[in-house]
Protein backbone atom coordinates (compact mmCIF):
# COMPACT_ATOMS: atom_id res chain seq x y z
CA UNK A 1 0.00 0.00 0.00
CA UNK A 2 1.02 3.76 -0.50
CA UNK A 3 2.41 5.68 1.99
CA UNK A 4 3.54 8.88 3.51
CA UNK A 5 4.42 8.71 7.21
CA UNK A 6 5.34 11.96 9.04
CA UNK A 7 6.97 12.43 12.41
CA UNK A 8 6.34 13.85 14.91
CA UNK A 9 2.61 14.53 14.94
CA UNK A 10 3.20 17.40 16.50
CA UNK A 11 6.23 19.98 17.67
CA UNK A 12 6.69 23.36 20.02
CA UNK A 13 9.90 25.12 19.67
CA UNK A 14 10.61 28.33 20.76
CA UNK A 15 11.66 31.37 18.48
CA UNK A 16 14.69 31.19 16.59
CA UNK A 17 15.35 27.68 17.57
CA UNK A 18 16.00 25.04 14.66
CA UNK A 19 14.04 21.86 13.54
CA UNK A 20 13.57 18.84 11.69
CA UNK A 21 10.62 16.93 10.50
CA UNK A 22 10.80 13.31 9.27
CA UNK A 23 8.58 11.65 6.50
CA UNK A 24 9.10 8.30 5.26
CA UNK A 25 6.85 6.70 2.47
CA UNK A 26 6.42 3.47 0.56
CA UNK A 27 5.31 5.35 -2.98
CA UNK A 28 6.02 2.99 -5.66
CA UNK A 29 7.16 4.16 -8.40
CA UNK A 30 8.15 7.26 -6.94
CA UNK A 31 8.82 10.05 -9.29
CA UNK A 32 9.25 13.16 -6.66
CA UNK A 33 8.54 14.66 -3.15
CA UNK A 34 7.17 18.06 -2.13
CA UNK A 35 7.00 19.32 0.86
CA UNK A 36 4.08 22.07 1.49
CA UNK A 37 3.22 24.53 4.54
CA UNK A 38 -0.44 24.99 5.61
CA UNK A 39 -0.94 27.75 7.63
CA UNK A 40 -4.64 27.58 9.83
CA UNK A 41 -7.86 28.14 7.37
CA UNK A 42 -5.51 27.92 4.47
CA UNK A 43 -4.43 25.88 1.86
CA UNK A 44 -1.43 24.47 1.18
CA UNK A 45 1.41 26.46 -0.40
CA UNK A 46 4.48 24.87 -1.94
CA UNK A 47 7.85 24.64 -0.25
CA UNK A 48 10.10 22.62 -2.11
CA UNK A 49 9.54 20.03 -4.82
CA UNK A 50 12.53 17.01 -5.45
CA UNK A 51 12.97 14.52 -7.94
CA UNK A 52 14.41 11.12 -7.36
CA UNK A 53 18.46 12.23 -8.58
CA UNK A 54 18.02 15.25 -6.29
CA UNK A 55 19.25 15.10 -2.69
CA UNK A 56 18.66 18.48 -1.26
CA UNK A 57 16.56 21.43 -2.22
CA UNK A 58 16.43 25.25 -0.10
CA UNK A 59 14.16 27.74 -0.22
CA UNK A 60 15.17 30.54 2.50
CA UNK A 61 15.52 28.95 5.77
CA UNK A 62 13.81 25.89 4.57
CA UNK A 63 15.94 22.96 3.28
CA UNK A 64 14.22 19.71 2.57
CA UNK A 65 16.77 16.28 1.66
CA UNK A 66 15.46 13.08 -0.18
CA UNK A 67 17.24 10.01 0.46
CA UNK A 68 15.36 7.62 -2.42
CA UNK A 69 17.55 4.95 -1.10
CA UNK A 70 15.92 4.45 2.43
CA UNK A 71 12.36 6.27 1.11
CA UNK A 72 12.91 9.20 3.58
CA UNK A 73 13.27 12.74 3.69
CA UNK A 74 13.67 15.70 6.20
CA UNK A 75 12.47 19.40 6.33
CA UNK A 76 14.87 21.21 8.01
CA UNK A 77 13.68 24.65 9.56
CA UNK A 78 16.51 27.10 10.42
CA UNK A 79 16.05 29.97 12.92
CA UNK A 80 12.55 29.54 13.12
CA UNK A 81 10.02 32.69 13.26
CA UNK A 82 6.58 33.01 14.63
CA UNK A 83 4.92 32.93 10.93
CA UNK A 84 6.77 29.27 10.78
CA UNK A 85 3.84 28.00 13.12
CA UNK A 86 1.83 26.11 10.51
CA UNK A 87 1.18 22.68 9.36
CA UNK A 88 4.00 21.11 7.44
CA UNK A 89 3.16 18.07 4.71
CA UNK A 90 5.04 15.71 2.63
CA UNK A 91 3.70 14.38 -0.59
CA UNK A 92 4.91 11.75 -2.42
CA UNK A 93 4.24 11.38 -6.52
CA UNK A 94 3.58 8.17 -8.18
CA UNK A 95 4.62 7.97 -11.58
CA UNK A 96 1.47 6.90 -13.74
CA UNK A 97 0.67 6.61 -17.01
CA UNK A 98 -1.93 9.08 -17.31
CA UNK A 99 -2.74 12.01 -14.93
CA UNK A 100 -1.00 12.47 -11.43
CA UNK A 101 -1.02 10.41 -8.40
CA UNK A 102 -0.38 12.40 -5.24
CA UNK A 103 0.02 10.78 -1.89
CA UNK A 104 -0.34 13.03 0.95
CA UNK A 105 1.22 12.65 4.61
CA UNK A 106 -1.13 13.22 7.77
CA UNK A 107 1.48 16.64 8.55
CA UNK A 108 3.42 18.09 11.06
CA UNK A 109 1.99 20.32 13.37
CA UNK A 110 4.80 23.31 14.15
CA UNK A 111 4.31 25.88 17.08
CA UNK A 112 6.75 28.46 17.42
CA UNK A 113 6.99 30.50 20.97
CA UNK A 114 8.63 33.47 21.44
CA UNK B 1 -4.73 32.19 -2.69
CA UNK B 2 -3.48 34.15 -6.19
CA UNK B 3 -5.50 32.70 -9.39
CA UNK B 4 -7.68 30.30 -7.51
CA UNK B 5 -10.95 30.79 -5.56
CA UNK B 6 -13.12 28.34 -3.78
CA UNK B 7 -17.05 29.31 -2.83
CA UNK B 8 -18.66 29.46 -0.20
CA UNK B 9 -15.95 29.43 2.42
CA UNK B 10 -17.79 28.04 5.20
CA UNK B 11 -21.19 26.14 4.94
CA UNK B 12 -23.48 24.56 7.17
CA UNK B 13 -26.10 22.14 5.91
CA UNK B 14 -28.93 19.57 6.99
CA UNK B 15 -28.36 15.76 6.09
CA UNK B 16 -30.37 14.95 3.39
CA UNK B 17 -29.87 17.92 1.35
CA UNK B 18 -27.43 18.56 -1.84
CA UNK B 19 -24.64 21.02 -1.78
CA UNK B 20 -22.63 22.62 -4.81
CA UNK B 21 -19.09 23.89 -3.99
CA UNK B 22 -17.45 25.66 -6.61
CA UNK B 23 -13.71 26.07 -7.92
CA UNK B 24 -12.92 29.26 -10.27
CA UNK B 25 -9.78 29.17 -11.69
CA UNK B 26 -7.79 32.62 -13.69
CA UNK B 27 -4.77 30.62 -14.28
CA UNK B 28 -6.30 28.96 -17.56
CA UNK B 29 -4.83 25.45 -16.12
CA UNK B 30 -6.40 22.25 -18.07
CA UNK B 31 -6.18 20.25 -14.54
CA UNK B 32 -8.94 20.83 -11.87
CA UNK B 33 -8.77 18.38 -8.51
CA UNK B 34 -11.29 18.12 -5.32
CA UNK B 35 -9.71 16.86 -1.97
CA UNK B 36 -11.02 16.54 1.18
CA UNK B 37 -8.95 16.80 4.32
CA UNK B 38 -10.12 15.39 7.67
CA UNK B 39 -8.58 15.15 11.22
CA UNK B 40 -5.81 12.06 10.89
CA UNK B 41 -6.03 11.67 7.09
CA UNK B 42 -3.43 13.23 4.75
CA UNK B 43 -5.32 15.34 1.70
CA UNK B 44 -7.46 12.57 -0.09
CA UNK B 45 -8.47 13.18 -4.11
CA UNK B 46 -12.40 13.08 -5.06
CA UNK B 47 -12.47 13.84 -8.16
CA UNK B 48 -10.60 15.23 -10.74
CA UNK B 49 -10.61 17.28 -14.46
CA UNK B 50 -8.46 17.09 -17.36
CA UNK B 51 -10.24 19.26 -19.54
CA UNK B 52 -13.55 20.79 -20.38
CA UNK B 53 -16.30 17.56 -19.53
CA UNK B 54 -13.03 15.48 -18.84
CA UNK B 55 -13.36 14.01 -15.26
CA UNK B 56 -12.38 11.12 -13.77
CA UNK B 57 -12.74 9.26 -10.05
CA UNK B 58 -10.00 10.05 -7.10
CA UNK B 59 -9.98 7.39 -4.24
CA UNK B 60 -13.04 8.97 -2.71
CA UNK B 61 -15.23 9.26 -4.69
CA UNK B 62 -18.52 7.71 -3.50
CA UNK B 63 -21.27 10.27 -2.77
CA UNK B 64 -19.88 13.32 -4.99
CA UNK B 65 -20.38 14.09 -8.59
CA UNK B 66 -18.25 16.87 -10.35
CA UNK B 67 -18.64 19.17 -13.25
CA UNK B 68 -16.64 20.78 -15.36
CA UNK B 69 -18.29 22.76 -18.25
CA UNK B 70 -16.03 25.35 -18.51
CA UNK B 71 -11.86 26.05 -18.25
CA UNK B 72 -12.51 28.01 -15.10
CA UNK B 73 -14.48 26.55 -13.06
CA UNK B 74 -15.06 23.18 -11.35
CA UNK B 75 -18.03 21.90 -9.29
CA UNK B 76 -18.14 19.80 -6.47
CA UNK B 77 -22.14 18.34 -5.69
CA UNK B 78 -22.95 16.57 -3.06
CA UNK B 79 -26.29 15.03 -3.98
CA UNK B 80 -27.50 14.10 -0.35
CA UNK B 81 -25.31 15.03 1.95
CA UNK B 82 -24.17 12.66 5.59
CA UNK B 83 -22.96 13.96 8.65
CA UNK B 84 -19.20 11.90 7.00
CA UNK B 85 -18.74 14.34 4.48
CA UNK B 86 -18.23 17.25 7.30
CA UNK B 87 -14.64 18.42 5.97
CA UNK B 88 -12.76 20.82 4.85
CA UNK B 89 -12.73 20.33 0.85
CA UNK B 90 -10.29 21.86 -1.39
CA UNK B 91 -9.99 22.42 -4.87
CA UNK B 92 -6.25 22.57 -6.64
CA UNK B 93 -5.49 23.36 -10.16
CA UNK B 94 -2.31 22.31 -12.18
CA UNK B 95 -0.90 23.27 -15.46
CA UNK B 96 -0.34 19.93 -16.60
CA UNK B 97 -0.76 16.37 -15.41
CA UNK B 98 3.05 15.21 -15.43
CA UNK B 99 3.81 15.14 -11.79
CA UNK B 100 6.95 17.46 -12.47
CA UNK B 101 4.33 20.48 -11.89
CA UNK B 102 3.56 21.95 -8.99
CA UNK B 103 0.00 22.42 -7.68
CA UNK B 104 -2.04 25.79 -6.52
CA UNK B 105 -4.66 25.09 -3.47
CA UNK B 106 -7.34 27.21 -3.11
CA UNK B 107 -8.47 28.51 0.36
CA UNK B 108 -10.56 25.47 1.49
CA UNK B 109 -14.27 25.27 1.91
CA UNK B 110 -15.19 24.04 5.72
CA UNK B 111 -18.82 22.02 5.55
CA UNK B 112 -20.32 20.99 8.50
CA UNK B 113 -23.40 18.83 7.83
CA UNK B 114 -25.68 18.28 10.55
Known amino acids: KNQVEQSPQSLIILEGKNCTLQ??????????LRWYKQDTGRGPVSLTIMTFSENTKSNGRYTATLDADTKQSSLHITASQLSDSASYICVVSMIKAAGNKLTFGGGTRVLVKP | DAGITQSPRHKVTETGTPVTLRCHQT?????MYWYRQDPGHGLRLIHYSYGVKDTDKGEVSDGYSVSRSKTEDFLLTLESATSSQTSVYFCAISETGTVTYGYTFGSGTRLTVV
Open chain 1, 23 to 32: CNYTVSPFSN
Open chain 2, 27 to 31: ENHRY
